[in-house]
Structures are given as structure tokens and as C-alpha cells.
């Protein structure tokens, strides 16, 4: 099945610089990813959708990378602010099943120091 | 904006008790997930439910059970908890289960084990 590598586990940046996480995955047939943020004591949010054809997108503050060849996908906080402080997760849907066939990231605790 | 609503955020009992988490969506969405969260912030899926059709994480230990009254309601049941079981459990819902769907997922249920 789906193997999600989520790196680093943790990263400490300076407010105002850049933090920059990747997941790599196994399946080539993987379609649609997702990053997701979790504050302290909150929910998942979804921060972006990507579909496979799409290689940069992107969102306020943060840009999502796909690499299909090399099976990578990146998450790109530019201008880091303490709002940004948070667990991040991304995640892999094969072109098949259902969203149960979701496959998780470990997460990347994020820091943003003053 | 919560639309996955969780009840209790908390619960502490003690090893062989049975515990019971409920699980609500005001979203209309037609299926329900359990995640597990660990101490690690790693999210596992134990259950999906659609339509009545449950899809049990096959890793998922028999003490486990889901029970669903409508699509708007999938609570967990643990029959007699063990010291591993202490973790935040999420709900999360999609509108169709489909593999292209994003979740909106509630606060979750912290729960310890003593």
C-alpha cells in the first residue's frame, strides 16, 4: 500500500524567514494530496487541495509543489508569522477507493520563533 | 467554522472500563470517519461509514465499534479500554467518501488511561 514520508518531524524558524516541508509517496498512481493544519487544541484544517496535474499552486503566504516524477510534494511557508506556529499534515489519496484510502504524513511541528 | 462536533474533548477512566465518544455533522455529508492520534500526533483511520457500509481498519483491535443512528451521528464505542487506547480520537466527515474529497474533521477526544 501507500508509504507517506513527512519531513522533518520539527522545524524551528525565524519569524519572517522561509520553512519548507516535503512528503514523499510510493504509489504512482496517486491523484489528489492534501496539506492540512493543525493549531494547538484545534481541529485538522485543510489548507490546499492539489490535483496530480498541477504542479505549483498557490495559497496565502505558502505555495504546494508537486513533483510527479520524483513522487515529492512540498509545502513552501514564505514570510513565516507566529500564526503559522502549528502541526502540519499532508496526505495521499490513490485514484482509487474511497477517502478512507487517505494515507497520512506523520506530521511536521512547526515553530515560528520572534 | 465547526461543523463536526465531538463530545466529551476529554474523558479519563481506568483499564477494562467501557467508553463511549459521540460524533455529530450539521454537513450533510453521507460519510463518517474515526481517526486515532497518538502521543505522536500520528493519524490512523479505524473506521469509515457509508450508507450503512462500514469499512473497518483491518489493525484495528475487536474492542472497537462504531455505532451509527443516521449519517449525521457515528459514535465510538471501546468495550474494555487498555493503556495503549489513550489518545485523541477525530472525527471527520466528506460529503461522498469519494478518494478526491477533502475531511472536515472535529476537535477530537482526548483520552487517557490510567
Known amino acids: 500500500g501507500e508509504q507517506v514520508e513527512q519531513r522533518p518531524p520539527h522545524l524551528s524558524v525565524r519569524e519572517g524567514d522561509s520553512a519548507v516541508i516535503t512528503c514523499t509517496y510510493t504509489?504512482?498512481?496517486?491523484?489528489?494530496f492534501f496539506w492540512y493544519k493543525q493549531e494547538p487544541g484545534a481541529s485538522l484544517q485543510l489548507l490546499m487541495k492539489v490535483f496530480s496535474s498541477t504542479e505549483i499552486n498557490e495559497g496565502q503566504g505558502f505555495t504546494v509543489l508537486l513533483n510527479k516524477k520524483d513522487k515529492r510534494l512540498s509545502l513552501n511557508l514564505t514570510a513565516a508569522h507566529p500564526g503559522d506556529s502549528a502541526a502540519y499534515f499532508c496526505a495521499v489519496s490513490a485514484g482509487t477507493g474511497g477517502a478512507d484510502r487517505l494515507t497520512f504524513g506523520k506530521g511536521t511541528q512547526l515553530i515560528i520563533q520572534p | 467554522e465547526t461543523a463536526v462536533f465531538q463530545t466529551p474533548n476529554y474523558h479519563v477512566t481506568q483499564v477494562g472500563n467501557e467508553v463511549s465518544f459521540n460524533c455529530k455533522q450539521t454537513l450533510g455529508h453521507d460519510t463518517m470517519y474515526w481517526y486515532k492520534q497518538d502521543s505522536k500526533k500520528l493519524l490512523k483511520i479505524m473506521f469509515s461509514?457509508?450508507?450503512?457500509?462500514?469499512?473497518v481498519n483491518e489493525t484495528v483491535p475487536r474492542r472497537f465499534s462504531p455505532q451509527s443512528s443516521d449519517k449525521a451521528h457515528l459514535n465510538l464505542r471501546i468495550k474494555s479500554v487498555e493503556p495503549e487506547d489513550s489518545a485523541v480520537y477525530l472525527c471527520?466527515?466528506?460529503?461522498?467518501?469519494?478518494?478526491?474529497?477533502?475531511?472536515?474533521f472535529g476537535h477530537g477526544t482526548k483520552l487517557s488511561v490510567l
Open positions: 504509489d504512482p498512481n496517486s491523484y489528489y
Open positions: 471527520a466527515s466528506s460529503p461522498r467518501g469519494a478518494f478526491n474529497e477533502r475531511l472536515f
Open positions: 461509514y457509508n450508507n450503512k457500509q462500514l469499512i
